[in-house]
Protein backbone atom coordinates (compact mmCIF):
# COMPACT_ATOMS: atom_id res chain seq x y z
CA UNK A 1 0.00 0.00 0.00
CA UNK A 2 1.29 3.67 -0.61
CA UNK A 3 2.13 5.78 1.99
CA UNK A 4 -0.26 8.03 1.00
CA UNK A 5 -3.04 5.38 1.54
CA UNK A 6 -1.90 4.55 5.14
CA UNK A 7 -5.40 4.37 6.60
CA UNK A 8 -7.84 3.26 4.04
CA UNK A 9 -11.15 3.92 5.19
CA UNK A 10 -11.29 6.92 7.92
CA UNK A 11 -12.85 9.47 6.25
CA UNK A 12 -10.93 13.07 6.12
CA UNK A 13 -13.01 16.43 7.22
CA UNK A 14 -11.52 19.45 5.81
CA UNK A 15 -10.36 22.19 9.15
CA UNK A 16 -11.96 25.22 9.15
CA UNK A 17 -9.66 28.01 6.77
CA UNK A 18 -9.72 31.68 6.46
CA UNK A 19 -8.92 33.10 2.81
CA UNK A 20 -10.45 34.75 0.06
CA UNK A 21 -10.77 33.19 -2.84
CA UNK A 22 -9.19 34.01 -5.95
CA UNK A 23 -10.90 36.32 -8.83
CA UNK A 24 -8.66 35.14 -11.48
CA UNK A 25 -5.59 32.49 -11.71
CA UNK A 26 -2.60 34.16 -11.01
CA UNK A 27 -0.18 35.55 -13.65
CA UNK A 28 3.29 35.15 -12.78
CA UNK A 29 5.44 38.28 -13.14
CA UNK A 30 8.56 37.42 -10.17
CA UNK A 31 10.21 34.78 -10.74
CA UNK A 32 12.71 32.89 -8.06
CA UNK A 33 15.49 30.10 -9.42
CA UNK A 34 17.17 28.27 -6.20
CA UNK A 35 19.28 25.58 -7.50
CA UNK A 36 22.35 23.30 -7.89
CA UNK A 37 23.87 20.50 -5.55
CA UNK A 38 24.85 21.48 -1.96
CA UNK A 39 28.63 20.48 -3.18
CA UNK A 40 30.40 19.99 -6.46
CA UNK A 41 30.01 16.21 -6.16
CA UNK A 42 26.37 16.69 -6.46
CA UNK A 43 26.38 19.74 -8.54
CA UNK A 44 25.88 17.71 -12.30
CA UNK A 45 25.63 19.67 -15.01
CA UNK A 46 22.11 18.57 -15.74
CA UNK A 47 20.85 20.74 -13.03
CA UNK A 48 22.90 24.12 -15.07
CA UNK A 49 21.19 23.10 -18.19
CA UNK A 50 17.99 23.25 -16.91
CA UNK A 51 18.55 27.02 -15.93
CA UNK A 52 19.20 27.78 -19.33
CA UNK A 53 16.38 25.87 -20.45
CA UNK A 54 14.56 27.99 -18.12
CA UNK A 55 15.72 30.95 -19.36
CA UNK A 56 15.19 30.06 -22.96
CA UNK A 57 11.83 29.37 -22.09
CA UNK A 58 11.19 32.82 -20.90
CA UNK A 59 12.82 34.25 -24.20
CA UNK A 60 10.45 32.07 -25.52
CA UNK A 61 7.17 33.46 -24.19
CA UNK A 62 7.95 36.87 -24.28
CA UNK A 63 9.84 37.85 -21.14
CA UNK A 64 13.41 38.87 -20.12
CA UNK A 65 15.33 35.92 -18.52
CA UNK A 66 17.33 38.97 -16.45
CA UNK A 67 13.98 39.33 -15.31
CA UNK A 68 14.41 36.05 -13.11
CA UNK A 69 16.32 36.06 -9.98
CA UNK A 70 18.94 32.91 -10.00
CA UNK A 71 21.28 31.76 -6.96
CA UNK A 72 22.52 28.55 -8.04
CA UNK A 73 25.29 26.59 -6.35
CA UNK A 74 28.49 28.35 -5.24
CA UNK A 75 27.20 31.39 -7.02
CA UNK A 76 29.54 34.40 -8.55
CA UNK A 77 32.99 33.41 -7.07
CA UNK A 78 34.21 31.68 -9.97
CA UNK A 79 34.96 28.15 -8.50
CA UNK A 80 35.21 25.67 -10.57
CA UNK A 81 31.81 23.09 -9.01
CA UNK A 82 30.04 21.81 -11.72
CA UNK A 83 30.89 17.97 -12.74
CA UNK A 84 30.34 16.98 -16.34
CA UNK A 85 31.24 14.06 -18.18
CA UNK A 86 32.55 14.83 -21.77
CA UNK A 87 31.83 12.37 -24.15
CA UNK A 88 34.74 10.28 -25.38
CA UNK A 89 36.59 10.80 -22.16
CA UNK A 90 35.91 7.41 -20.86
CA UNK A 91 34.08 8.46 -18.22
CA UNK A 92 36.02 10.70 -16.36
CA UNK A 93 34.54 13.35 -14.31
CA UNK A 94 35.71 16.91 -14.85
CA UNK A 95 34.62 20.49 -12.93
CA UNK A 96 34.09 23.85 -14.71
CA UNK A 97 32.61 27.08 -13.50
CA UNK A 98 29.01 28.13 -13.82
CA UNK A 99 28.13 29.64 -16.87
CA UNK A 100 24.49 31.15 -16.40
CA UNK A 101 23.93 34.70 -17.44
CA UNK A 102 22.19 37.21 -14.91
CA UNK A 103 23.43 34.56 -12.20
CA UNK A 104 22.79 36.81 -8.41
CA UNK A 105 24.77 34.53 -6.27
CA UNK A 106 24.77 31.41 -4.45
CA UNK A 107 21.78 29.35 -3.17
CA UNK A 108 21.71 29.64 0.13
CA UNK A 109 19.26 30.53 2.76
CA UNK A 110 20.39 33.64 3.12
CA UNK A 111 20.18 34.72 -0.07
CA UNK A 112 16.68 32.75 0.10
CA UNK A 113 15.13 35.35 2.62
CA UNK A 114 17.17 38.42 1.06
CA UNK A 115 15.25 37.69 -1.86
CA UNK A 116 11.85 37.27 0.17
CA UNK A 117 12.57 40.53 1.85
CA UNK A 118 12.80 42.33 -0.98
CA UNK A 119 10.22 41.51 -2.78
CA UNK A 120 8.07 41.82 0.15
CA UNK A 121 9.34 45.23 0.25
CA UNK A 122 9.74 46.06 -3.57
CA UNK A 123 6.99 44.26 -5.26
CA UNK A 124 4.48 42.69 -2.63
CA UNK A 125 1.56 42.63 -4.97
CA UNK A 126 3.39 40.64 -7.80
CA UNK A 127 2.60 36.45 -8.15
CA UNK A 128 5.44 34.55 -7.31
CA UNK A 129 7.05 31.90 -9.51
CA UNK A 130 9.55 29.61 -7.72
CA UNK A 131 11.48 26.81 -9.41
CA UNK A 132 13.90 24.55 -7.77
CA UNK A 133 15.92 22.46 -9.57
CA UNK A 134 18.42 20.29 -7.74
CA UNK A 135 18.39 17.93 -4.50
CA UNK A 136 16.12 16.29 -1.98
CA UNK A 137 16.62 14.33 1.49
CA UNK A 138 13.12 12.13 2.56
CA UNK A 139 12.38 12.92 6.24
CA UNK A 140 12.01 9.55 7.65
CA UNK A 141 9.82 10.11 10.51
CA UNK A 142 7.81 12.80 8.59
CA UNK A 143 7.46 12.09 4.69
CA UNK A 144 5.20 15.86 5.25
CA UNK A 145 8.59 17.48 6.02
CA UNK A 146 11.30 16.15 3.67
CA UNK A 147 14.05 18.62 2.70
CA UNK A 148 15.65 20.47 -0.54
CA UNK A 149 19.59 20.57 -0.31
CA UNK A 150 21.01 24.13 -0.90
CA UNK A 151 24.79 25.37 -1.07
CA UNK A 152 27.28 24.51 1.47
CA UNK A 153 25.34 22.52 3.86
CA UNK A 154 22.56 24.59 4.05
CA UNK A 155 18.66 23.00 4.09
CA UNK A 156 15.58 23.91 3.74
CA UNK A 157 12.15 21.48 5.10
CA UNK A 158 9.13 21.73 3.77
CA UNK A 159 7.62 23.29 7.38
CA UNK A 160 10.24 26.36 7.21
CA UNK A 161 9.73 26.95 3.35
CA UNK A 162 5.78 27.70 4.49
CA UNK A 163 6.96 29.60 6.95
CA UNK A 164 9.30 32.22 5.47
CA UNK A 165 7.11 32.44 2.98
CA UNK A 166 4.62 34.18 5.21
CA UNK A 167 6.73 36.58 5.27
CA UNK A 168 5.59 38.27 1.68
CA UNK A 169 1.64 39.33 2.23
CA UNK A 170 -0.79 36.90 2.27
CA UNK A 171 -2.54 38.19 -0.46
CA UNK A 172 0.46 37.13 -2.53
CA UNK A 173 0.04 33.91 -4.61
CA UNK A 174 2.56 31.51 -4.79
CA UNK A 175 3.36 28.71 -7.50
CA UNK A 176 6.72 26.57 -7.32
CA UNK A 177 7.75 23.98 -9.57
CA UNK A 178 10.17 21.23 -7.94
CA UNK A 179 12.17 18.43 -9.35
CA UNK A 180 14.03 17.46 -7.00
CA UNK A 181 13.78 13.45 -5.19
CA UNK A 182 11.25 12.90 -2.72
CA UNK A 183 9.55 16.57 -4.00
CA UNK A 184 6.36 15.32 -3.53
CA UNK A 185 6.49 16.62 -0.18
CA UNK A 186 6.31 20.30 -0.46
CA UNK A 187 3.03 19.86 -1.65
CA UNK A 188 2.64 19.98 2.35
CA UNK A 189 3.38 24.00 1.82
CA UNK A 190 -0.01 24.71 1.90
CA UNK A 191 -1.12 24.15 5.14
CA UNK A 192 0.09 25.62 8.38
CA UNK A 193 3.10 24.21 9.29
CA UNK A 194 3.06 21.69 6.99
CA UNK A 195 0.93 19.90 8.51
CA UNK A 196 -2.37 18.68 6.62
CA UNK A 197 -4.33 18.31 9.79
CA UNK A 198 -4.10 22.21 10.34
CA UNK A 199 -6.12 24.12 7.44
CA UNK A 200 -4.37 25.76 4.72
CA UNK A 201 -2.99 29.09 4.84
CA UNK A 202 -4.24 32.11 3.75
CA UNK A 203 -1.49 33.12 1.54
CA UNK A 204 -2.60 31.71 -1.89
CA UNK A 205 -0.29 28.93 -2.68
CA UNK A 206 0.03 25.72 -5.28
CA UNK A 207 2.92 23.62 -6.37
CA UNK A 208 3.63 21.06 -9.24
CA UNK A 209 6.57 18.37 -8.02
CA UNK A 210 8.64 15.74 -10.24
CA UNK A 211 7.67 13.01 -8.16
CA UNK A 212 5.60 11.80 -5.09
CA UNK A 213 6.94 11.97 -1.53
CA UNK A 214 8.41 8.72 -0.88
CA UNK A 215 10.43 8.64 -4.17
CA UNK A 216 13.72 9.85 -5.54
CA UNK A 217 12.88 11.59 -9.18
CA UNK A 218 15.08 11.27 -12.64
CA UNK A 219 17.61 13.87 -13.94
CA UNK A 220 20.51 14.51 -11.89
CA UNK A 221 23.34 13.52 -14.45
CA UNK A 222 26.97 14.56 -15.23
CA UNK A 223 26.28 14.10 -19.12
CA UNK A 224 26.36 16.78 -21.11
CA UNK A 225 24.18 15.61 -24.28
CA UNK A 226 20.29 17.58 -23.48
CA UNK A 227 18.73 15.51 -26.27
CA UNK A 228 18.92 12.51 -23.56
CA UNK A 229 17.82 14.47 -20.85
CA UNK A 230 14.43 13.02 -19.26
CA UNK A 231 13.28 14.68 -16.17
CA UNK A 232 10.31 16.25 -14.84
CA UNK A 233 10.98 19.85 -15.77
CA UNK A 234 12.17 19.33 -19.08
CA UNK A 235 8.85 18.31 -20.09
CA UNK A 236 7.06 20.82 -17.46
CA UNK A 237 8.81 23.83 -19.30
CA UNK A 238 8.51 22.11 -22.83
CA UNK A 239 4.76 21.85 -22.59
CA UNK A 240 4.48 25.25 -20.83
CA UNK A 241 6.17 27.09 -23.76
CA UNK A 242 5.40 24.61 -26.89
CA UNK A 243 9.25 24.55 -27.56
CA UNK A 244 11.82 21.69 -26.39
CA UNK A 245 15.06 22.23 -24.53
CA UNK A 246 16.63 21.20 -27.89
CA UNK A 247 14.76 24.04 -29.85
CA UNK A 248 12.20 21.77 -31.46
CA UNK A 249 8.51 22.85 -31.42
CA UNK A 250 6.03 20.43 -29.50
CA UNK A 251 2.57 19.70 -29.66
CA UNK A 252 0.15 22.84 -27.50
CA UNK A 253 -0.67 21.46 -24.25
CA UNK A 254 -3.37 24.11 -24.59
CA UNK A 255 -6.22 21.63 -23.91
CA UNK A 256 -9.20 23.66 -23.30
CA UNK A 257 -8.39 25.75 -25.79
CA UNK A 258 -8.38 29.05 -24.05
CA UNK A 259 -5.15 30.65 -26.11
CA UNK A 260 -2.44 30.14 -23.55
CA UNK A 261 -0.69 27.03 -21.17
CA UNK A 262 -1.63 26.45 -17.57
CA UNK A 263 0.41 25.31 -15.34
CA UNK A 264 -2.13 22.54 -15.12
CA UNK A 265 -1.45 21.81 -18.34
CA UNK A 266 2.01 21.85 -18.50
CA UNK A 267 1.80 20.08 -15.90
CA UNK A 268 -0.17 17.06 -17.64
CA UNK A 269 1.36 16.91 -20.67
CA UNK A 270 4.45 16.40 -18.51
CA UNK A 271 2.68 13.24 -16.97
CA UNK A 272 2.63 11.85 -20.82
CA UNK A 273 6.00 13.39 -22.48
CA UNK A 274 7.88 12.07 -19.67
CA UNK A 275 8.69 8.84 -19.82
CA UNK A 276 10.49 7.96 -16.52
CA UNK A 277 9.99 6.12 -13.07
CA UNK A 278 8.67 9.65 -12.36
CA UNK A 279 4.92 10.12 -10.30
CA UNK A 280 4.46 13.54 -11.22
CA UNK A 281 1.48 14.94 -8.43
CA UNK A 282 0.48 18.81 -7.88
CA UNK A 283 -0.99 20.33 -4.88
CA UNK A 284 -4.62 19.68 -5.88
CA UNK A 285 -3.89 15.95 -6.70
CA UNK A 286 -1.99 15.80 -2.89
CA UNK A 287 -4.59 16.99 -1.43
CA UNK A 288 -7.32 14.80 -3.51
CA UNK A 289 -5.42 11.74 -2.89
CA UNK A 290 -5.19 12.04 0.99
CA UNK A 291 -8.98 11.73 1.34
CA UNK A 292 -8.56 8.36 -0.87
CA UNK A 293 -10.68 5.65 0.63
CA UNK A 294 -10.34 1.98 0.34
CA UNK A 295 -13.96 1.69 -0.73
CA UNK A 296 -12.65 5.01 -3.47
CA UNK A 297 -9.98 3.01 -4.95
CA UNK A 298 -12.00 -0.36 -5.25
CA UNK A 299 -14.81 1.95 -6.80
CA UNK A 300 -12.48 3.75 -9.24
CA UNK A 301 -10.03 0.96 -9.99
CA UNK A 302 -13.09 -1.53 -10.71
CA UNK A 303 -15.22 0.73 -13.19
CA UNK A 304 -14.27 1.15 -16.83
CA UNK A 305 -11.45 3.75 -17.08
CA UNK A 306 -13.90 5.64 -19.92
CA UNK A 307 -16.86 5.97 -16.64
CA UNK A 308 -14.42 7.01 -14.86
CA UNK A 309 -12.70 9.94 -17.09
CA UNK A 310 -15.82 11.52 -18.14
CA UNK A 311 -16.07 13.97 -15.46
CA UNK A 312 -12.07 14.91 -15.76
CA UNK A 313 -11.31 18.12 -17.04
CA UNK A 314 -9.44 18.55 -20.65
CA UNK A 315 -6.09 18.09 -19.29
CA UNK A 316 -6.88 15.30 -17.54
CA UNK A 317 -8.65 13.27 -19.72
CA UNK A 318 -5.98 13.86 -22.09
CA UNK A 319 -3.24 12.10 -19.76
CA UNK A 320 -6.12 9.63 -19.24
CA UNK A 321 -6.23 8.83 -22.96
CA UNK A 322 -2.72 9.04 -23.86
CA UNK A 323 -1.45 6.49 -21.37
CA UNK A 324 -4.36 4.28 -22.02
CA UNK A 325 -3.06 4.19 -25.59
CA UNK A 326 0.47 4.49 -24.62
CA UNK A 327 -0.24 0.65 -22.23
CA UNK A 328 -2.14 -1.02 -24.89
CA UNK A 329 -5.16 -1.06 -22.14
CA UNK A 330 -8.92 -0.94 -23.17
CA UNK A 331 -10.61 2.18 -22.03
CA UNK A 332 -13.89 0.48 -21.40
CA UNK A 333 -12.11 -1.92 -19.25
CA UNK A 334 -11.56 -1.02 -15.64
CA UNK A 335 -8.14 -0.57 -14.79
CA UNK A 336 -7.52 -3.41 -12.34
CA UNK A 337 -8.80 -5.84 -15.03
CA UNK A 338 -6.55 -3.84 -17.76
CA UNK A 339 -3.29 -4.61 -15.43
CA UNK A 340 -4.42 -8.01 -15.44
CA UNK A 341 -4.47 -8.17 -19.12
CA UNK A 342 -1.01 -6.54 -20.23
CA UNK A 343 2.24 -7.24 -19.30
CA UNK A 344 4.40 -4.76 -18.08
CA UNK A 345 7.67 -5.09 -19.18
CA UNK A 346 9.58 -1.68 -17.80
CA UNK A 347 10.00 0.39 -15.17
CA UNK A 348 8.88 2.98 -17.22
CA UNK A 349 5.50 0.98 -18.28
CA UNK A 350 5.06 0.40 -14.61
CA UNK A 351 5.21 4.52 -13.54
CA UNK A 352 2.41 4.68 -16.61
CA UNK A 353 0.39 2.05 -15.15
CA UNK A 354 0.76 3.80 -11.75
CA UNK A 355 0.43 7.32 -13.37
CA UNK A 356 -2.83 6.27 -14.95
CA UNK A 357 -4.13 5.00 -11.74
CA UNK A 358 -3.65 7.88 -9.65
CA UNK A 359 -5.27 9.99 -12.53
CA UNK A 360 -8.20 8.17 -12.31
CA UNK A 361 -8.21 8.93 -8.32
CA UNK A 362 -7.64 12.36 -8.91
CA UNK A 363 -10.39 12.58 -11.76
CA UNK A 364 -13.17 10.20 -9.56
CA UNK A 365 -11.96 11.91 -5.94
CA UNK A 366 -13.29 15.72 -7.87
CA UNK A 367 -16.13 14.58 -8.27
CA UNK A 368 -16.93 12.73 -4.97
CA UNK A 369 -16.02 15.89 -3.50
CA UNK A 370 -18.11 18.22 -5.68
CA UNK A 371 -21.00 15.66 -4.95
CA UNK A 372 -20.71 15.37 -1.29
CA UNK A 373 -21.28 19.59 -1.32
CA UNK A 374 -18.80 20.32 1.79
CA UNK A 375 -18.33 24.07 1.83
CA UNK A 376 -14.79 24.18 3.42
CA UNK A 377 -13.82 21.30 1.07
CA UNK A 378 -14.80 22.76 -2.14
CA UNK A 379 -13.38 26.61 -0.63
CA UNK A 380 -10.00 24.53 -0.98
CA UNK A 381 -10.36 22.62 -3.96
CA UNK A 382 -11.16 25.84 -5.90
CA UNK A 383 -8.95 27.45 -4.78
CA UNK A 384 -6.11 24.96 -5.61
CA UNK A 385 -7.61 24.54 -9.09
CA UNK A 386 -7.31 28.15 -9.99
CA UNK A 387 -3.99 28.79 -8.61
CA UNK A 388 -3.12 26.06 -10.47
CA UNK A 389 -4.48 27.13 -13.81
CA UNK A 390 -2.62 30.26 -13.69
CA UNK A 391 0.61 31.05 -15.80
CA UNK A 392 3.21 33.21 -16.90
CA UNK A 393 2.61 36.11 -17.48
CA UNK A 394 2.85 36.57 -21.26
CA UNK A 395 -0.03 37.70 -23.63
CA UNK A 396 -2.84 34.55 -24.19
CA UNK A 397 -3.22 33.29 -27.79
CA UNK A 398 0.59 34.39 -28.77
CA UNK A 399 2.26 31.47 -30.34
CA UNK A 400 6.11 30.70 -29.09
CA UNK A 401 8.49 30.98 -31.37
CA UNK A 402 11.47 28.37 -31.39
CA UNK A 403 14.23 29.77 -29.74
CA UNK A 404 17.69 28.14 -31.05
CA UNK A 405 19.02 25.19 -29.64
CA UNK A 406 21.40 24.90 -27.16
CA UNK A 407 25.03 24.42 -27.86
CA UNK A 408 26.45 20.98 -29.00
CA UNK A 409 27.71 18.60 -26.06
CA UNK A 410 31.09 18.53 -27.44
CA UNK A 411 31.36 22.35 -27.08
CA UNK A 412 30.06 21.99 -22.92
CA UNK A 413 33.89 20.83 -22.54
CA UNK A 414 34.28 24.66 -21.14
CA UNK A 415 35.57 25.13 -24.85
CA UNK A 416 38.39 23.05 -25.06
CA UNK A 417 40.70 23.81 -21.96
CA UNK A 418 38.90 26.60 -19.44
CA UNK A 419 37.45 23.59 -17.28
CA UNK A 420 39.71 22.19 -14.84
Known sequence: MDPAYEDPETEVSEPEAVFEPLRTPPRA???LVLGGGGEPASNEIALEKNVLYFQRTLRSLGLAPESASIYFANGTDGK???????????????????????????????????????KARNAPERSVFLYFTGHGGMN???????????????TLTVRAFGLFLGRLPSTTPVVTMMSQCYSGSFANFIYQDANPQRPVVAQPRCGFFATVEYLPSVGCTPEVDEADYRDYSSSFFAGL?????????????????DGRVSYAEAHAFAK?????????????????QRRVRGVDMRAFLSKPILDVSRTGRPEQRYVVESL??????????????????????????????????????????????RAAGSAPALA????????????????????????????????????????T
Open 272 to 288: VDGETTDLPISTSEAWL
Open 380 to 419: VLERLLQCEHGSWDSPPGEAPAPVPAPPSAASQDHDKGNA
Open 241 to 257: AGVSRTGSAVASADHDG
Open 80 to 118: ATVRYRAEGKRARDSFKSLEIPHLKGAATLEHFLEWLED
Open 29 to 31: SSF
Open 324 to 369: VRRLGFVAERSWLDNLQAVELKTEEREADAMRLRMELLNIGMEHKV
Open 140 to 154: GNNLNNNHLALWDSD
